[in-house]
């Protein structure tokens, strides 16, 4: 079984939600890039994820807001415009959080569970899943969740740890424990 067939599975997306929301960035012309767990996906052995973040090129979410909202449930919040369909558990999250902008100038395409997409540069994905894992208003779940993405990124490429502040290293396992 290919890996987005699994997924999809996973996310019950009946309405293709996933494959509608690619086909209107392509048609479209939208900058993106993918962050978040399946980001960490493109570079570590993947695991389920029930969402896609995203970053968009600041010129395009107006424009991409009101396209998407013809076709999709779309809700904006402080940092992120999130987007679904009744019959998927899938969730997009598009990151309007400024910080994130740079990475789509080092983005590249990679295989993201059998998908070719755009995605941000290891160390963009490691630095936003540090953002992440430092705001504690997140729920003590999503914390967890960036911390094995953290994990996971240093499992492949370990001459990142030094990016990682000591706070979070020190409630990461290591071998030795």
């Not at 079984?1 to 939600?17: G, I, Q, Y």
């Not at 970053?55 to 107006?62: L, S």
Request: aromatic share 6%.
């Amino acid at each position: 079984m290919k890996s987005s067939t699994f997924w999809k599975a996973v996310l019950v997306d009946r309405d293709n939600l996933l494959e509608q929301f690619l086909a209107l960035l392509n048609e479209s012309g939208v900058r993106y890039c993918v962050i978040g767990g399946a980001g960490v996906n493109a570079y570590a052995y993947p695991v389920i994820t029930q969402d896609l973040d995203v970053v968009v090129a600041a010129e395009h979410v107006n424009r991409l807001e009101m396209a998407l909202a013809g076709r999709f449930t779309v809700r904006r919040f402080a940092h992120s415009i999130n987007v679904s369909m009744p019959a998927s558990r899938l969730q997009i999250q598009i990151q309007t959080d400024q910080r994130y902008l740079a990475f789509l100038d080092r983005a590249e395409v990679r295989d993201v569970m059998d998908f070719q997409l755009s995605v941000a540069r290891i160390e963009d994905v490691l630095q936003g899943k540090i953002w992440a894992t430092l705001d504690r208003t997140r729920p003590p779940s999503e914390q967890l969740k960036d911390l094995s993405d953290i994990a996971r990124i240093l499992e492949v490429a370990p001459d990142l740890r030094a990016r990682v502040p000591l706070e979070i290293l020190a409630r990461i396992p290591t071998e030795s424990d």
